[in-house]
């Protein structure tokens, strides 16, 4: 939005998803700067957290559905305060005072949470479409979103868009469910139409078969034993299968347990990926109650730690993030620009990257991965991510009121998702190697 101090509390204070971010503001006010479906939607869904909702809405109305305005102005917890700008933010290590303006008379105002507390502001004031791949092929409208007809097709022949990037009314999962039905539906066509013109005929790709299930996995005695099963469902089982079965090298799955029930999670759910595939061993050391677990560390054959960590149970939306580690750590791993594999391999310095996730959270994978995949490429580097659920101090430690959030060599934090592109441009930058 650029308001002053926006940066400065990005991520101790300023936040930018409900989902992910709305319980580091339990009974405490919040502040939702924007007037529309998405500002309204959200302010809704804060309330189950929050003391206090307050709607900072530029213009004299909501911009959302009459329907969805309707329910907001009638909402008991959420307070619309029309013609309001936010200004500047400020504090020390949170949020202690924001300044209000007024749009029609100009008046200032200023806010300050009860002594000792602090607040939180959410962003929801519109999306910039991520669109950029379509320009010169797909016609675009003046906010950045694609033209597309009814069958999700461009103005280019065999370019097809769908979901929220396109341009309509409404924009919800369902709508972007249905977008893309409807483009591969098309795209399916166009392709059999092709194959009878052209007389070209794919061929598919030659798998090697299942893993018969036996695995080299070991319980916590150390004897051999079957999974119990209730983490994989059978299309994620044959998923995953198709991904070990490329996988060049064997890993080693180093299991490092406490005294919690979560820890007993992490051990199926490591059993269940091992019965998978020969590739993965897993190995249990004694529970402790140590300050980095449970902790799952991936090990070459030979031993030698690949950089790659996981605190807690790589669950929700980090599952995908740990099986794509996996596979970067055991070859051949993801391609990558050229450019980019040569900035992984000119760091010469250590850096310890710990990332403090939400199970929940959308934003944060990628982050994940990119750090990983770095790990994986350059020994100088190490990825510990850590499920911000289980590891309460961390939290402490840094002030993290959003996630991802990222820790340089427990100096820097950066907050937000990142490319791999963006994560090495923050790596490069000098103070990111200091240690504190």
Not at 7 to 24: K, L, P, S
Not at 117 to 143: D, H, I, K, M, N
Not at 257 to 262: F, K, L, M, T
Not at 270 to 299: F, N
């Amino acid at each position: 939005m650029g308001f002053e101090g926006e940066e400065t509390f990005r991520g101790r204070g300023v936040a930018y998803c409900a989902t992910c971010d709305g319980g580091f503001f339990t009974d405490r006010d919040l502040f939702v700067v924007g007037g529309g479906f998405a500002a309204a939607e959200e302010a809704m869904f804060l309330t189950r957290y929050a003391r206090s909702v307050t709607m900072l809405v530029r213009r004299s109305t909501l911009s959302c559905a009459e329907s969805i305005a309707e329910q907001v102005l009638a909402h008991e917890s959420v307070r619309v305060r029309f013609n309001t700008v936010l200004e500047a933010v400020e504090g020390d290590t949170a949020l202690r005072r924001a300044v209000f303006r007024d749009t029609v008379t100009g008046r200032l105002e200023t806010y300050a949470p009860p002594e000792g507390e602090t607040f939180g502001v959410f962003v929801f004031a519109g999306y910039e479409p991520a669109s950029r791949l379509a320009e010169g092929l797909a016609e675009l409208t003046g906010q950045g979103n694609i033209v597309t007809d009814r069958e999700q097709r461009t103005r280019t022949e065999g370019v097809y868009a769908a979901g929220d990037v396109c341009d309509k009314r409404l924009r919800q999962v369902v709508t972007a469910v249905s977008d893309g039905a409807v483009a591969a539906t098309s795209i399916e066509r166009y392709a059999a139409d092709m194959q009878r013109k052209t007389g070209l005929r794919p061929q598919r790709p030659a798998t090697a078969p299942a893993s018969s299930g036996a695995s080299k996995a070991s319980a916590p005695s150390g004897n051999a034993r079957e999974t119990e099963g209730g983490f994989l469902t059978a299309e994620q089982r044959e998923q995953l299968a198709g991904v070990f079965a490329r996988m060049e090298r064997p890993l080693i799955l180093k299991a490092e347990p406490d005294s919690r029930p979560v820890s007993e999670d992490l051990r199926r759910m490591l059993m269940e990926l091992a019965a998978l595939t020969d590739k993965l061993t897993v190995e249990w050391t004694p529970p402790s109650d140590g300050p980095e677990r449970p902790c799952v560390r991936v090990l070459r054959a030979d031993g030698t730690d690949t950089g790659i960590a996981f605190h807690g149970v790589p669950g929700g939306h980090e599952f995908n993030s740990f099986v794509v580690g996996l596979y970067n750590a055991a070859g051949p791993g993801q391609s990558i620009d050229p450019a980019l594999a040569e900035a992984i391999a000119a760091i010469d310095r250590p850096l310890d990257l710990q990332i403090v996730v939400a199970l929940s959270c959308t934003m944060c994978p990628e982050l994940v991965i990119a750090a990983q995949k770095i790990a994986a490429s350059n020994p100088l580097v190490t990825a510990k991510v850590y499920d911000v659920n289980h590891f309460p101090e961390l939290r402490e430690r840094y002030k993290i009121m959003s996630v991802p959030c990222l820790i340089i060599n427990k100096a820097k934090v950066a907050f937000g998702k990142k490319t791999l592109g963006q994560l090495l441009e923050l790596l490069a930058e000098p103070e990111a190697g200091q240690t504190g």
